[in-house]
């Protein structure tokens, strides 16, 4: 006799003791991901071609006071009670470059393993014995993008047979766990007892002490959920193939004191990549310990990988990161800091979930191989040899000139400035007595360089019947598609659908059935009631009326279905799946103005506008040449050759802007209380600059 199992058994994952024998996989076990399978012996291991020796040194010019001050200014600002005075006041004594070489080995593997595995039997064709099952390493599987971690489980064929379900004895179904089998319950109302107070019958029970089981309708025995009631499962062995990328990572010998575990957040300059079946250590590199790491990391993983996964292919880098070491003082004293990395932009955003269908389903579009749903920018087709514009700037007669603010001009700006702060009184700027007014006008450089950039990715939407136009047509190559450009020398963004590009493809969030389970209440329509917490009964034991004693209500979420419409396909169960292309339009500015030695901060004349006494417009201008003020000369053949060089071959170059102003400096000195003091006005709005206000903190408590 065989003893019922309690209402806790958890079957096993296959059936014990009832595989059949598969030549090739024996020993072959059941569930815990199975036992990897070393892959026959691949014979000699042939390296890859040596690379060159490297020829020159690879250096990265060190950065520029204004760079490091401007990283200084915005890692203060990020920080919370950080304040960016020191940033902005620093005295750099010093930039020490300390650039250092990473190095990156890659080692692409692939293992199996298998493990014995069931499903309900539902007709499903069983083929065992048909034919001789393959080996392992002799099932084909398609392998992902290289270099990606990715995991793919398949049947093993001539493998699948019919056995009887180990868990319910092929009877169909298993002790209900809630009532133990027993078909009945107890009643929650009299316990047991058949009476209410008073010794009335229970009107819950008919005085019988007990109820029907809710959950199986009072028969004891519910589903088998091994077999879903079918008496029988379709057993198979199931190889599960993974690919794994493999890295280490070396960090060059460096002396400037900067922490080696930073070195992984950021990006340098790639200056080596080599990539093959087997790779050959770096030899001739000018720092020797990356030949050094190049050829004990090359051994270890060719050793590793080689006996226990398939190898299938091994890249290489090396990039220079640029690291440079600024020392400054502030306030009498000596400090120093790092500015490292390629790239110093903002962080990237969280993931989140695709807006298409994963790109291995997606069509093969000519010319838009490679493209995922993340997108990535194109660069332009290239022009030719570009017609450079070379307008001469008009020649320059005199110094352009503006006339000094008057004394009541000044008081008024700076009346107004003392009454806009708090705690501030307006005695200093009312009883003030001028002493001098000093004119200390500057030059104001702008380059403005608008550029179009085109990116593609592959987009979805519910589909609605709408029309596809897959292989209708070739599809046109991203920089040939027509845009109408907006206003110049301002953003914008538009997307558009790529023509001959919309197919339809089933829902990947839901799969195609238009429903995904509800999270709420776990895909099961119930919810435990807020009121008694489940308990089903509230003060002095009476039946909680919100879920009439049960315990639990039903879903307020998927109103008890548990599941809910699928947000991706709107419930359609389908999708029209394109590649979106999006235009970008950017104003890309970069200012200079000509430091008087005034003592003004001159990063406050960006705020402000004055007297534009030149503008140049052109598809490409040429710098300015012969204007009075040689620094403004000098900052237009920079900014001008600086733009070229970093959008031309990214992006498309529509027009440029460059323009001169004269902004209005005037340092005003006065007398308040026998204390020598001054002031700045700037700016055609007038507004005022100072560091040492006399008279602040005039509030009165009450």
């Not at 064709?125 to 992902?144: E, K, L, R, S």
């Given at each position: ?30 569930g ?8 026959p ?53 010093s ?15 692939e ?12 007709g ?53 766990k ?9 009643c ?79 990006s ?25 790491a ?77 493209i ?11 022009p ?34 003392a ?52 292989y ?13 450009a ?32 509800c ?36 879903c ?138 006399p ?8």
């Amino acid at each position: 006799m065989i003893a019922p199992q309690g209402p806790n058994f958890e079957g096993a994952v296959a059936p014990p003791a009832m595989f059949d024998s598969v030549p090739g996989y024996e020993g072959t076990g059941i569930g815990s991901g199975g036992t990897f399978l070393p892959p026959p012996n691949p014979g000699p291991i042939n390296l890859g071609t040596e690379p060159p020796p490297s020829q020159k040194e690879w250096n990265i010019p060190s950065i520029s006071e204004e760079t490091a001050r401007s990283a200084f200014v915005s890692y203060a600002s990020s920080k919370c009670c950080y304040s960016s005075t020191p940033a902005k006041q620093a005295l750099f004594s010093s930039l020490e470059a300390h650039n250092t070489y990473r190095y990156r080995l890659e080692t692409f593997t692939e293992s199996r393993s298998t493990e014995w595995a069931h499903e309900p039997y539902h007709g499903q064709p069983v083929d065992a014995y048909t034919q001789p099952a393959p080996g392992p390493w002799d099932v084909p599987v398609q392998a992902p993008a290289l270099f990606t971690d990715s995991s793919y489980q398949v049947k093993v064929p001539y493998t699948s047979s019919v056995k009887g379900c180990h868990a319910c004895r092929e009877m169909g179904r298993v002790p209900c766990k809630q009532c133990a089998g027993a078909g009945n319950k107890q009643c929650w109302v009299c316990h047991g007892s058949g009476c209410r107070l008073g010794g009335n019958m229970c009107s819950q029970c008919n005085g019988r002490g007990y109820e029907d089981c809710t959950f199986c309708e009072g028969q004891g025995t519910e589903p088998c959920n091994i077999c879903s009631g079918s008496r029988q499962l379709l057993v198979y062995i199931k190889l599960t193939v993974k690919w794994t990328n493999n890295t280490s990572v070396h960090i060059g010998v460096q002396q400037s004191g900067f922490p080696a575990d930073s070195f992984s957040k950021v990006s340098g300059n790639v200056i080596f990549v080599d990539s093959q079946y087997m790779v050959y250590p770096v030899t001739g590199f000018p720092d020797p310990s990356i030949c050094q790491a190049s050829q004990s990391l090359v051994r270890e993983h060719q050793t590793q990988y080689s006996t226990s996964s398939r190898v299938l292919q091994q890249r290489q880098t090396i990039d220079l990161i640029p690291v440079t070491k600024v020392n400054y003082t502030w306030d009498g004293k000596a400090y120093s800091y790092f500015v490292y990395g390629a790239n110093a932009g903002p962080g990237q955003p969280e993931a989140v979930r695709p807006s298409a269908p994963p790109s291995a389903t997606m069509d093969t579009v000519p010319g838009y191989e490679g493209i995922g749903a993340g997108g990535g920018d194109l660069p332009p087709p290239y022009p030719g040899d570009v017609p450079l514009q070379m307008p001469t700037p008009q020649p320059f007669e005199a110094p352009w000139q503006i006339p000094s603010i008057s004394e009541s001009v000044a008081q008024e700006a700076f009346i107004k400035y003392a009454s806009s702060k708090c705690c501030y009184s307006t005695k200093p700027a009312k009883e003030m007595v001028f002493t001098d007014l000093q004119a200390h006008n500057t030059f104001r450089y702008r380059l403005e360089t608008f550029t179009e950039s085109r990116s593609t990715n592959w987009d979805s939407e519910p589909y609605n019947g709408q029309v596809t136009d897959a292989y209708c047509g070739v599809a046109p190559k991203p920089w040939d598609i027509p845009v109408t450009a907006p206003a110049l020398f301002k953003d914008n963004t538009k997307a558009l659908k790529v023509p001959y590009t919309s197919s339809v493809k089933g829902c990947h969030t839901c799969l195609g059935l238009g429903l995904t389970a509800c999270r709420h209440c776990v895909s099961s329509g119930w919810m435990q009631c807020s009121h008694c917490q489940g308990s089903g009964t509230r003060f002095s034991s009476d039946r909680c009326i919100t879920c009439s004693g049960r315990g639990r209500v039903r879903c307020s979420y998927c109103s008890g279905m548990g599941s809910r419409q699928c947000k991706t396909c709107s419930g359609k169960g389908k999708l029209l799946c394109f590649i979106k292309l999006t235009v970008k339009w950017k104003n890309n500015v970069k200012e200079y103005a000509v430091d008087t030695r005034s003592g003004f901060p001159m990063d406050q004349i960006f705020s402000v506008s004055g007297e534009k006494v030149f503008s140049d417009t052109h598809p490409l201008v040429s710098p300015i040449r012969g204007f009075p003020a040689d620094k403004i000369n000098e900052a237009s053949e920079n900014s001008v050759r600086e733009h070229f060089a970093q959008f031309s071959s990214s992006c498309r170059i529509m027009q440029q802007r460059q323009t001169i102003e004269l902004v209005p400096i005037t340092r005003v000195h006065y007398i308040w209380k026998e204390n020598a003091n001054f002031f700045f006005v700037y700016g055609n709005e007038h507004k005022v600059y100072t560091d040492d206000y006399p008279a602040t903190c005039c509030c009165t408590l009450l």
